[in-house]
């Protein structure tokens, strides 16, 4: 039995647990910002050969990772077990034997160590990895979170308050990065490979489409006619190389998001713009939004590229607000595969 059983504070210490895609992972982090240990358990290797994720796959290979990741994740933290006030976990959004596995073994964990247990929306976690590296970020934020499966623009209020302020009307960001990458058979995931094959190309050696920026108040994103315009080129110019496609497409997925991040953070009068997702990883975006921002006046925030992709210790950040704000969970929480971000009336 532990001391904090009432809010949490800066010497709360939350075990995080991630498993809503093709990441084991398990993170424990102290006070919602200070990451004692984080693992990451990555199953690319098992779902390249399929070229994505396959999901029934994914469950059993989290079943079989997650005791280990949860088990380094304590030993690497160098904390006894009974040290541990809380455990927080995805419940959505993700897919359903992914999450069902993370779920169970928080819920099992909570139990047996008699200390409460936090459901934690994945995307709602992936908005507070900034906070892990700068917890005095002041709000409000322009959040862009881009991700395999999500591209948002999200306004942070305050903690816990959050305004849709656009998204993808189609394909997500880091999708189409996927989808153009095993086109080109530059590999999987596509995201990396495109980042590294853009570094011998030329940005500006094809014009792809920018959608949806003729309007400058739209902030929704389009990126699945930008997919065919690659596609459709690559089949006209069969010989063009590789990279510059690339490199071009990359820069036009860039632009957008950078234009419409901007203009978003004008709109609410933000004092600075936070990256998240796994394609805030991506290496020409992190270097025009820092750009952007600096030329705006508004702070860059970007999470280190490890905090950008799937990780735990953003779970038990988020766990540890969602924590001081609702208390535990019941344990009657079950996986929400369509999970969305709790969002404020306007
Ligand atoms: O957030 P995440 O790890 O998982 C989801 O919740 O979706 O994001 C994975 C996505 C994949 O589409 C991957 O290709 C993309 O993030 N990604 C990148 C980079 N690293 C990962 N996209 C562009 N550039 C990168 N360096
Ligand atoms: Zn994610």
């Given amino acids: 039995m ?3 059983r009432g809010r949490p504070d800066e010497s709360t210490l939350v075990l995080g647990i991630e498993t809503s895609c093709d990441e084991t992972a398990a993170a424990l982090v102290m006070g919602g910002n200070d990451v004692v240990s984080s ?13 994505g994720v396959v999901p029934e796959i994914a469950s059993r290979a989290h079943l079989e990772a997650l005791n280990p990741v949860v088990a380094r994740a304590i030993v690497e933290a160098g904390v006894d077990e009974v040290r541990i006030d809380a455990v927080a976990c995805t419940y959505g959004p993700g897919l359903i034997g992914a999450l069902l596995v993370g779920v169970s073994a928080a ?10 247990c936090v459901a934690v929306n994945h995307l709602e976690a992936h908005l507070y990895s900034a906070f892990l590296e700068d917890p005095s970020l002041e709000f409000p934020l322009v959040v862009l979170l881009v991700s395999g499966g999500h591209t948002m623009l999200i306004e942070m209020e305050g903690h816990g308050r959050y305004r849709m302020l656009g998204q993808t009307i189609d394909d997500a960001a880091g999708e189409a990065f996927d989808k153009v990458a095993r086109f080109l058979d530059l590999g999987y995931p596509g995201g990396p490979a495109i980042d590294a094959a853009a570094l011998n190309g ?22 699945s006619g930008l997919k065919t315009a690659v596609m459709n080129y690559v089949r006209k110019h069969p010989d063009v190389a590789s990279a510059d496609v690339a490199a071009s497409f990359q820069q036009a997925v860039v632009d957008v998001l950078v234009s419409k991040a901007r203009r978003a953070a004008q709109q609410v009068g933000a004092t600075g713009i936070v990256l998240g997702g796994g394609v805030a990883a ?21 999470p280190g590229r490890s905090m950008c992709t799937d990780n735990a210790a953003m779970i038990a950040a988020a766990g540890w607000h969602r924590l001081a704000s609702d208390g535990p969970s019941g344990l009657d929480t079950g996986a929400m595969p369509n999970l969305k971000l709790p969002l404020l009336d306007r």
């Fill in 2 to 4: 532990t001391q904090h």
């Fill in 282 to 302: 991506n290496s020409l975006l992190r270097e025009e939004m820092l750009g952007a921002c600096a030329n705006d006046g508004v702070n860059g925030f970007l």
């Fill in 39 to 51: 693992v990451v358990a990555s199953q690319i290797e098992i779902h390249a050969d399929f070229g």
């Fill in 107 to 116: 819920k099992a964990l909570s139990l047996a160590w008699d200390v409460p």
């Fill in 202 to 223: 030329d940005p500006d050696a094809i014009r792809f489409p920018r959608a949806l920026t003729e309007d400058a108040d739209n902030l929704d994103f389009s990126f």
